[in-house]
């Protein structure tokens, strides 16, 4: 978009640019409802079949600390949030100097000049900068007190004038958004966002218009990845789910306690972690899936109960939206450091599956597949995404929910004979029977925690622990020749292989169209499927010079982040290599590219 | 586009073994279990523990209360007495230290056409278990839940549990117990138990008795019975054994079991107390508030499918 501001002078009629996308970076504090704007804008984008992608961060505090939103819309393919933005709105002295950095050359900073005094000479022929009393205005358009209410919708209303947005479709907005409350709310809402809207930006000579979406042919949704776990696993037919609140896990939980009723299901808070995935794995026991889920701490706490779910084989899916860690850790900053948990957290040898979602629209269905696999192989599925996929907000076209929504509750009719921990069953996995299940032999089974017999009887034989270590490790590996090898993103041979998981695919695969397009052999792999790993890996790895594992966690003592330590102990293979940060902060694309250079070297 | 790479199939529930049809026998034609049939394995506990009597008495009321294997729902945690799902013959589960009553709340919760018994001893539940204990208690879900109470670490060979008496020599505690022990009757009734009855594993009709009011009560029911431990603690219980000498002694008719204040009274009474129900209230269950937001949610969204429930929330982020 740099590109196309041109230098004017005041008071000369507005050009209207068109432009493939744009990224704006909204500044303030946590209290100012700039999450409100960055979701409208996004929404809206969603409704114009354009693409979008979001980014915040939120300070860990109840209330204050200085807080961003990104929003980058685009009528094309849009893989991140965006590293540098094109505009910046900026509430604060202290947005306006930590932000500007953020701004592209050229970019405009549109500021409160209520609030921003002090302008630095220099930044003034880097940047357009563009000042309007926010404040004062919003004040003056509406009443009150001269607070902070009602500034966000006003700045909404200068950024759709500027980006000469779609009105009527803002104000339906805007309405949806505060329906249900006072009229007077709504009209005040309006009358705000009116006033920005008509608020003469004399410095203001140039305005934007996006470029109509490419996405014309489907309807989008519009949510953040954590709306769309709920969703899917409302989907999946799972009616009961228990767990306790913590960030950036709560917005899960809250939203299935207020949706599950509606389809005679239960979400229930538990006194603690462990008490929350021992209601779910009790509920899972009583004959359907149950989830529940939590964030860094909370995950250490529940792996007693899941070594529990891995030896009696209970199917159950536990949700980690992964935070910065350890202990406490950095509660509200994205971090890829729970894979080594996740795989193998825990006492003894417990097999689970572990599969990362790498962007909203695939937490839905990953949340779907999440309980199809812990039923069909009768084990706990993580469900494993992160901090940066669960708060953005991204649009996606509308699933099939006629085909999709399945039933799962359970069958209770009487059967024959029944052996869960069958070392004889042909497929060689366990199934269990509901307690309300008759068994015309008159022999129930047990679930345990104990090593067992094939009705769950407890054992001290060498021989049976060897034989039931064997049938939970084998239905996994069974699995893992079941799942879909990955597909390079790219050319299937080159100099760099860039591997990542979870939240960086949409980072990896632009860093990959930006190096192809410098003429560099860039190619991208994304795994889902972590624990097990799909088969044929090594052969997409042998394409290729170079294999760096891009993740958000720390290198390590041996130099390897956790991904890559587990493909370089299951390949053998020197050429896999670690790219890793944790700075708290998504993956920008240059960071990638130079380190992947660096490394290559 | 995106799309699944495990489709929804409906699972044969038991893998591979044929589904040989049952005809659907009504309950009328079916005889009460014996005990031959409703015992699995033979306990693990050492001759002439307490534990012995309580199982015995369990197989006794789903003798005489018609109950069938395939609604009989057994849960324990961790300990001597927590084996006991093993020697029911009927649904079980023997789940991790002290979360049995999470477990069972699960089940309780979302299965509400069972009744869910947890049987475990003092360790799990007042120590390793504690909160569990408050909360299920507080939220009143609708389980019973036996605590074999033993005074001692049995599983494990004689270390302090939580209501070891004060001055009680054992491994962790070679010079005697010095912390005050929990008085599980105060424990349950300040909770917000809604069910407190005491009983003793050598009592074996008031055991029943109390089993089966606790199964009647429409809330969670709570029952300490002393069990002795002959192996670590013996003798531990001989005041409340008439045949030792001791005296059980019942609580007088005259109780009010409604009455919070009296029932926490009668918790203070000097050692080997009094037996029977402490305490008595309904209280709407949790199994009832969550039945109940159910109704109230369905009915907003009375004659659609799932499907198209859930279509409504997509279309509201449109």
């Not at chain 1, 989830?291 to 030896?311: D, F, R």
């Amino acid at each position: 978009m740099s590109s196309t501001i041109a230098s004017g002078t005041p008071g000369q009629v507005p050009q209207i640019s068109q432009i493939p996308e744009a990224v704006i970076r909204i500044a303030g504090n946590s209290q100012d409802g700039i999450q409100a704007i960055g979701g409208f804008l996004a929404r809206l984008a969603g409704r114009s079949e354009q693409e979008v992608m979001t980014f915040m961060t939120i300070p860990s505090t109840i209330s204050g600390g200085p807080s961003i939103f990104q929003v980058r819309i685009g009528s094309g393919e849009v893989l991140s949030a965006g590293d540098e933005a094109d505009m910046l709105l900026a509430f604060y002295q202290h947005s306006y100097e930590n932000h500007l950095g953020s701004l592209k050359k050229g970019g405009i900073v549109l500021y409160d000049s209520d609030h921003v005094k002090e302008i630095q000479p220099e930044n003034l022929s880097k940047y357009r900068h563009v000042g309007v009393a926010i404040s004062g205005l919003t004040v003056e358009a509406i009443g009150g007190s001269g607070r902070d209410k009602g500034k966000n919708v006003f700045a909404l209303g200068l950024l759709a004038r500027m980006f000469d947005l779609s009105v009527p479709k803002l104000h339906k907005l805007l309405e949806e958004r505060f329906a249900g409350k006072d009229p007077a709310i709504v009209e005040n809402a309006l009358n705000c966002f009116n006033a920005g809207y008509n608020y003469t930006l004399a410095t203001a000579h140039e305005l934007f218009c996006l470029k109509p979406g490419e996405n014309v042919d489907h309807n989008q949704v519009v949510m953040s990845g954590n709306e769309a776990i709920a969703l899917g696993l409302l989907a999946a037919g799972v009616r009961f789910g228990a767990g306790y609140p913590i960030t950036p896990w709560s917005d899960i939980m809250e939203m299935l306690r207020r949706e599950l009723p509606k389809y005679g299901g239960s979400f229930i808070q538990g006194e603690d972690e462990i008490a929350s995935i021992s209601m779910a794995i009790g509920a899972s026991y009583g004959g359907r899936v149950a989830v529940t889920g939590s964030s860094g701490p909370g995950i250490s706490l529940k792996t007693e109960a899941l070594g529990w779910a891995s030896m009696a084989e209970m199917p159950l899916v536990i949700i980690d939206v992964q935070r910065g860690g350890p202990s406490t850790g950095m509660p509200t900053s994205v971090e890829q450091s729970d894979l080594n948990i996740a795989c193998f957290g825990g006492h003894g040898d417990s097999p689970r599956v572990v599969l990362a979602p790498s962007n909203v629209e695939d937490c839905f269905y990953t949340a779907i597949e999440a309980v199809n696999l812990a039923r069909k192989y009768s084990t706990p599925v993580i469900l494993l995404t992160d901090q940066g996929i669960a708060t953005r907000i991204e649009a996606f076209p509308e699933p099939d929910l006629k085909k999709i929504c399945q039933d799962i509750s359970p069958d209770l009719s009487p059967i024959a004979d029944h052996k869960p921990y069958d070392l004889s069953a042909a497929d060689g996995i366990t199934r269990h029977i509901a307690p309300g299940t008759r068994v015309a032999t008159g022999k129930y089974p047990v679930v345990t925690g104990l090593e067992h017999d094939e009705l769950g009887h407890p054992t001290g034989s060498p021989k049976l622990h060897i034989a039931m270590t064997s049938k939970r490790r084998n239905k996994l590996k069974k699995l893992g020749r079941e799942l879909p090898v990955p597909k390079v993103y790219g050319p299937p041979e080159g100099q760099i292989l860039l591997v990542g998981w979870g939240s960086a695919q949409g980072p990896i695969q632009e860093a990959v169209k930006t190096a192809r397009a410098a003429g560099e052999a860039v190619s991208g792999l994304h795994i889902k499927y972590i624990n097990p790993l799909p088969e044929g890996l090594e052969q997409i790895f042998e394409g290729f010079r170079h294999v760096f594992v891009v993740e958000l966690n720390d290198e390590g003592l041996y130099g390897y982040g956790q991904l890559a330590a587990v493909l370089r102990a299951r390949y053998c293979n020197p050429k896999i290599r670690g790219i890793t940060k944790v700075d708290g902060l998504t993956w920008k694309i240059r960071e990638i590219l130079d380190l992947a250079r660096a490394l290559a070297k | 586009m995106n799309s699944l790479a495990f489709p929804f199939v409906p699972l044969s529930r038991t893998g591979t073994i044929p589904l040989s049809p049952v005809p659907p026998l009504p309950d009328t034609d079916r005889k009460p279990l014996t005990k031959k049939e409703v015992s699995a394995d033979h306990p693990t506990w050492c001759p002439g523990c307490g534990d012995f009597s309580v199982l015995a008495l369990y197989f006794k009321m789903i003798e005489k209360r018609k109950l069938w294997h395939e609604k009989i729902t057994t849960v324990a945690g961790i300990g001597c007495s927590s084996r006991f799902p093993y020697f029911v013959q009927a649904h079980g589960a023997h789940y991790i230290h002290g979360r049995a009553l999470p477990f069972a709340s699960g089940i309780s919760l979302s299965r509400p056409d069972l009744h869910v018994f947890v049987f475990g001893g003092d360790g799990d539940a007042f120590s390793i278990g504690g909160n569990h204990f408050n909360h299920t208690a507080r939220k009143n879900i609708k389980l019973t839940y036996v605590v074999m109470d033993n005074q001692v670490y049995g599983l494990t060979k004689n270390q302090t549990s939580p209501t070891t008496p004060l001055g009680r020599k054992s491994k962790t505690d070679a010079w005697g117990n010095a912390d005050r022990p929990i008085n599980p009757m105060k424990q349950a009734i300040s909770a917000g138990a809604t069910f407190v009855g005491r009983t003793s594993a050598t009592s074996p009709n008031h055991v029943l008795e109390m089993m089966e009011a606790a199964m009647d009560h429409d809330g969670f029911s709570f029952i300490e019975c002393l069990s002795e431990c002959v192996e670590f603690f013996p003798g531990a219980f001989d005041a409340a054994i008439p045949r030792k000498g001791g005296k059980f002694e019942l609580i007088p008719p005259t109780h009010d079991v409604t009455d919070e204040y009296a029932a926490y009274r009668l918790s203070d009474n000097p050692w080997p107390g009094q037996f029977g129900i402490f305490y008595k209230v309904n209280r709407p269950t949790k199994n009832a508030s969550e039945a109940k937001i159910i109704a109230d949610h369905k009915a907003k969204v009375a004659g659609l499918a799932d499907w198209q429930i859930l279509q409504k929330s997509f279309d509201r982020m449109k």
